[in-house]
């Protein structure tokens, strides 16, 4: 009989992560826009390329990813509250502060 050991670590919520960090649209510019990534990941390591991967599809050249944590409860404000609940669904939601 194989007895699994109780480990706290293991969620069965999905793990939703933000990434906090300064994504430039331009080659060389030293002027960013301030960005917040949502989505959903297997673990720190995955949110960071998937979120790298969708930063290239919406355009962006370069990003300085700065934080990475995870989001334990549901955002109670927009446009955090959207982006969770589309990581929720699949998606990889940008948030662009000008």
Known sequence: ??????????????MVFIIIGKAFEQDGSKEGVDIHVVLRAADDDSAVREALNALAEEGFLEADLDQIGMLEDVPEDEPHASAYKGALEGEVAI???N
Do not use: E
């Open 1 to 14: 009989m194989t007895v699994l050991p109780d480990n706290d670590n293991n969620s069965d919520d999905p």
């Open 95 to 97: 948030i662009r502060f």
